[in-house]
Structure formats: structure tokens, C-alpha cells
């Protein structure tokens, strides 16, 4: 499953993600693999998302987003 398709309110853990210089980028802002992530809110046309990891709140593309691999919650 990809970030995109997780729900507004629902968690998952970062697997991986696809998109070199995406990585570089949210590493460097304190997301981790194997950290857990949450979508806060979905803009009204689906873009962007707004996802929390820890403290740190970032507003992401849903192209982006597609590039994430993650494990959901149930």
C-alpha cells in the first residue's frame, strides 16, 4: 500500500520509499523508516495531504505520497 491510499485519520509505517531525491528530503525532515505516519487531513480536491511522523507536520503531494510504501494499522 502507497500513502495515497491510506485514510484521513489512519496510521501506517514507512517501508520505503521509491523516489531518491523524496527520501533525501523527508529524512532530512525527521521521517524515518520504520517511523509511523498519519494523514491528518486531505485537501477538499485530494491534494495535498497533510501527514504527521512524530512532531513534524508536512503537507505532501499526492504524487509524492504514491512514491511511499507503507504497512497500515488496522
Do not use: C, W
Request: charged fraction near 25%; charge should be neutral.
Amino acid at each position: 500500500m502507497t500513502l495515497d491510499q491510506l485514510p484521513e485519520n489512519k496510521t501506517g509505517i514507512i517501508k520505503q520509499i521509491n523516489d531518491k531525491n523524496l527520501a533525501i528530503q523527508l529524512l532530512a525532515m525527521g521521517f524515518i523508516l520504520g517511523g509511523e505516519v498519519k494523514i491528518e487531513r486531505i485537501a477538499p480536491l485530494k491534494d495535498p495531504i497533510l501527514i504527521t511522523s512524530g512532531t513534524n507536520y508536512i503537507s505532501i503531494r499526492k504524487s509524492d505520497a504514491k512514491n511511499i510504501d507503507i504497512n497500515p494499522d488496522l
